[in-house]
C-alpha cells in the first residue's frame, strides 16, 4: 500500500488559491481512495496571517473553518500562529479545530507543561501502517511575551527521538513538520537519524522534487499556496517519492468553476467596525503636520509608551485615512502588518551607531524591497525621526536639540519589525526593551483615533 501525504506551507492568509487548492486536493482525495491507497493532509505553520482583511475580522477563525473543511489531518505552528495570537484566542481556535496540533518546542510558560491540545507527537495509522509525526517551530525569543516558553528546537528533537526509539514498535515512519527554514532542515538530516521525512516551511523554500540528504527526504512547497506537495511512501518498497504542483498545473486538472471572494468578505465585515470621525484626511506621504498619519501615529505611539524619541519608515503607511467616518478596513488597508511597538533603552553609543547605519543607507533603503519580519507592504521608504535630527553643519545628531551624548541612556519607540532586519544591527545592542504586546501597530492607532476623535 503507498500513503500519499500532501502538504502546504507558510500561505500566510492568501485565501485568493484555497478553493482551487481545496478542489484539488479532494479530486486528489477520490484518486488516491479509488486506487486503494491513503492519504494524509499536512501544513507546516504561518497560515494564520493577519494581513488578509476576512483572517483579520474573523481573528483567524476563518483559517480553521477553511482547513476543517479540506480535511487536514496534522499541522503545526508557525511563528505568525505563536507570535500574533494572543495564548487564550489560540486556545479557542484550537478548540474548534478538528486536525491535530504537533509543536515539540513551545510550552506553557508559567504551567512549564505542554499546551492543551498541541501534541508532542502525533501517530496516525491508516491500514497497518503507522506514521509518527513531529512538530518544531522558529525558537524566537519573544514568544514569552505570549505566555510560551520557546525550547531549543535541536535539544528537543533529540529528547523526543530517543523517547520515540524506545516506543520504535509503535510507529513505522517517522515525519518532522519543521517551520524552522532550510538551513534548519538540512542541519537535522545531517546531525539525527532515524527520520525519515522532514516537511519544511519558515524559509519559503521550494524543492519540486525534494532533496535526500543523509537518507532523509526534504520537501517544501513554497509559500502563498502557490505550490502543493506530494510525498508518496511506498510501504512495500521503502520509497518516498517527492512531487509539487503548481497553481498553473493544478487549474489544467480541475473543472473551472466560481470561487468565493473572501477578500470583499472580509472588507465588508471590517467596514461594519466603526472606530472614529476625522475632520480632516490623514495624508500617509506627509511625514509632519496634523494632516499627517505618521506624525499623528508618532502621537500615539509616544502616549502609549510615555516616550518623546521615535522612528518609523514611511513605507509601512500604505494608505491614508479618510475624512469623516473611519472604521477597521481603513485602518487594517493603511496597516496591514502585524508588527509591535516597542520602547528601546539604549546607550547613546550605539543609538549614535544606529543612526549612522540608517543615513548611510538612506537612499538605498527608499526603494528597496523588503518582505517578512511582520512586514505586509512592498518598500522600506525614508525613516522619520521625532525627537531625533540630524545637523548637517556639524556632522553630529541632535537629540531633542541637544547633542547626542555617547555616555547617556536614551528611551525610543519604534517597531519590532526595525530590529528583526538586517539594516541596523546596532539596534540590538539595547540595555533593555519592552515590547507592546499582543497589540498590532493599527490596534494602538484604534485606540488612539477612538480617544482623541470619537464617533459623532
Same mark, same amino acid.
Given at each position: 500500500?503507498?500513503?500519499?501525504?500532501?502538504?502546504?506551507?507558510?500561505?500566510?492568509?492568501?485565501?485568493?488559491?484555497?478553493?482551487?487548492?481545496?478542489?484539488?486536493?479532494?479530486?486528489? !482525495?477520490?484518486?488516491?481512495? #479509488?486506487?486503494?491507497?491513503?492519504?494524509?493532509?499536512?501544513?507546516?505553520? =504561518?497560515?494564520?496571517?493577519?494581513?488578509?482583511?476576512?483572517?483579520?475580522?474573523?481573528?483567524?477563525?476563518?483559517?480553521?473553518?477553511?482547513?476543517? $473543511?479540506? #480535511?487536514? =489531518?496534522?499541522?503545526?505552528?508557525?511563528?505568525?500562529?505563536?507570535?500574533?495570537?494572543? !495564548?487564550?484566542?489560540?486556545? &479557542?481556535?484550537?478548540?474548534?479545530?478538528?486536525?491535530?496540533?504537533? *509543536?515539540?518546542?513551545?510550552?506553557?510558560?508559567?504551567?512549564?507543561?505542554?499546551?492543551?491540545?498541541?501534541? $508532542?507527537?502525533?501517530?496516525?495509522?491508516?491500514?497497518?501502517?503507522?506514521?509518527?509525526?513531529?512538530?518544531?517551530?522558529?525558537?524566537?525569543?519573544?514568544?514569552?511575551?505570549?505566555?510560551?516558553?520557546?525550547?531549543?528546537?535541536?535539544?528537543?528533537?533529540?529528547?523526543?527521538?530517543?523517547?520515540?526509539?524506545?516506543?520504535?514498535?509503535?510507529?513505522?515512519?517517522?515525519?518532522?513538520?519543521?517551520?524552522?527554514?532550510?538551513?534548519?532542515?538540512?542541519?537535522?538530516?545531517?546531525?539525527?537519524?532515524?527520520?525519515?521525512?522532514?516537511?519544511?516551511?519558515?524559509?519559503?523554500?521550494?524543492?519540486?522534487?525534494?532533496? @535526500?540528504?543523509?537518507?532523509?527526504? %526534504?520537501?517544501?512547497?513554497?509559500?502563498?499556496?502557490?505550490?502543493?506537495?506530494?510525498?508518496?511512501?511506498?510501504?512495500?518498497?521503502?520509497?518516498?517519492?517527492?512531487?509539487?504542483?503548481? %497553481?498553473?498545473?493544478?487549474?489544467?486538472?480541475?473543472?473551472?468553476?466560481?470561487?468565493?471572494? +473572501?477578500?470583499?468578505?472580509?472588507?465588508?465585515?471590517?467596514?461594519?467596525?466603526?472606530?472614529?470621525?476625522?475632520?480632516?484626511?490623514?495624508?500617509?506621504?506627509?511625514?509632519?503636520?496634523?494632516?499627517? %498619519?505618521?506624525? $499623528?501615529?508618532?502621537?500615539?505611539?509616544?502616549?502609549?509608551?510615555? *516616550? *518623546?524619541?521615535?522612528?518609523?519608515?514611511?513605507?509601512?503607511?500604505?494608505?491614508?485615512?479618510?475624512?469623516?467616518?473611519?472604521?477597521? @478596513?481603513?485602518?487594517?488597508?493603511?496597516?496591514?502588518?502585524?508588527?509591535?511597538?516597542?520602547?528601546?533603552?539604549?546607550?547613546?553609543?550605539?543609538?549614535?551607531?544606529?543612526?549612522?547605519?540608517?543615513?548611510? #543607507?538612506?537612499?538605498? %533603503?527608499? =526603494?528597496?524591497?523588503?518582505?517578512?519580519?511582520?512586514?505586509?507592504?512592498?518598500?522600506?521608504?525614508?525613516?522619520?525621526?521625532?525627537?531625533?535630527? +540630524?545637523?548637517?553643519?556639524?556632522?553630529?545628531?541632535?537629540?531633542?536639540?541637544?547633542?547626542?551624548?555617547?555616555?547617556?541612556?536614551?528611551?525610543?519607540?519604534?517597531?519590532?519589525?526595525?530590529?528583526?532586519?538586517?539594516?541596523?544591527?546596532?539596534?540590538? =545592542?539595547?540595555?533593555?526593551? #519592552?515590547?507592546?504586546?499582543?497589540?498590532?501597530?493599527?490596534?494602538?492607532? &484604534?485606540?488612539?483615533? $477612538?480617544?482623541?476623535?470619537?464617533?459623532?
Amino acid at each position: 500500500m503507498k500513503v500519499h501525504i500532501l502538504h502546504t506551507n507558510d500561505l500566510h492568509g492568501h485565501l485568493e488559491h484555497i478553493d482551487l487548492l481545496a478542489k484539488y486536493i479532494q479530486q486528489r !482525495r477520490d484518486e488516491i481512495e #479509488q486506487a486503494g491507497d491513503k492519504m494524509i493532509l499536512c501544513d507546516v505553520g =504561518d497560515a494564520i496571517d493577519f494581513w488578509h482583511p476576512l483572517v483579520e475580522a474573523t481573528h483567524g477563525q476563518i483559517i480553521v473553518d477553511l482547513f476543517n $473543511q479540506v #480535511q487536514y =489531518d496534522v499541522v503545526t505552528l508557525g511563528n505568525n500562529e505563536g507570535l500574533n495570537i494572543s !495564548r487564550p484566542h489560540f486556545d &479557542r481556535l484550537v478548540q474548534a479545530a478538528q486536525y491535530s496540533f504537533v *509543536c515539540g518546542n513551545l510550552r506553557a510558560s508559567h504551567e512549564k507543561s505542554d499546551l492543551d491540545s498541541v501534541h $508532542q507527537v502525533v501517530i496516525k495509522e491508516l491500514d497497518g501502517v503507522r506514521i509518527a509525526f513531529l512538530g518544531l517551530t522558529a525558537p524566537y525569543p519573544s514568544y514569552s511575551l505570549n505566555g510560551y516558553q520557546v525550547l531549543d528546537p535541536y535539544d528537543v528533537l533529540e529528547d523526543q527521538l530517543q523517547a520515540l526509539h524506545a516506543r520504535s514498535s509503535e510507529w513505522d515512519y517517522l515525519v518532522l513538520l519543521s517551520h524552522l527554514g532550510y538551513q534548519a532542515d538540512r542541519e537535522i538530516a545531517q546531525r539525527f537519524e532515524g527520520i525519515d521525512l522532514i516537511l519544511g516551511g519558515h524559509t519559503h523554500h521550494y524543492l519540486r522534487y525534494g532533496e @535526500r540528504i543523509s537518507g532523509v527526504t %526534504l520537501a517544501a512547497c513554497g509559500r502563498y499556496g502557490e505550490y502543493i506537495g506530494e510525498v508518496v511512501l511506498d510501504d512495500s518498497s521503502k520509497d518516498l517519492v517527492v512531487s509539487t504542483k503548481s %497553481l498553473n498545473e493544478i487549474k489544467e486538472g480541475i473543472t473551472p468553476g466560481s470561487f468565493k471572494d +473572501y477578500l470583499n468578505q472580509g472588507k465588508l465585515q471590517l467596514d461594519t467596525e466603526a472606530v472614529a470621525w476625522l475632520p480632516e484626511p490623514w495624508d500617509s506621504h506627509l511625514t509632519a503636520g496634523q494632516n499627517s %498619519l505618521i506624525e $499623528q501615529t508618532f502621537n500615539a505611539i509616544c502616549d502609549q509608551m510615555d *516616550c *518623546c524619541l521615535a522612528m518609523l519608515s514611511t513605507g509601512m503607511f500604505l494608505t491614508g485615512l479618510p475624512q469623516g467616518r473611519v472604521n477597521m @478596513r481603513h485602518l487594517h488597508q493603511a496597516l496591514p502588518h502585524p508588527v509591535h511597538v516597542v520602547k528601546l533603552h539604549i546607550q547613546g553609543l550605539h543609538l549614535r551607531k544606529a543612526l549612522w547605519e540608517i543615513q548611510s #543607507q538612506r537612499e538605498q %533603503l527608499v =526603494d528597496r524591497h523588503v518582505s517578512g519580519c511582520g512586514f505586509r507592504g512592498k518598500y522600506f521608504g525614508e525613516m522619520v525621526f521625532r525627537g531625533i535630527a +540630524y545637523d548637517s553643519a556639524h556632522n553630529d545628531w541632535l537629540i531633542e536639540g541637544l547633542p547626542l551624548n555617547d555616555q547617556q541612556t536614551y528611551q525610543l519607540v519604534t517597531l519590532d519589525h526595525y530590529l528583526l532586519l538586517p539594516f541596523f544591527p546596532s539596534l540590538r =545592542d539595547h540595555i533593555e526593551i #519592552q515590547i507592546l504586546f499582543p497589540d498590532f501597530l493599527r490596534q494602538i492607532m &484604534r485606540r488612539y483615533l $477612538q480617544e482623541h476623535y470619537p464617533l459623532i
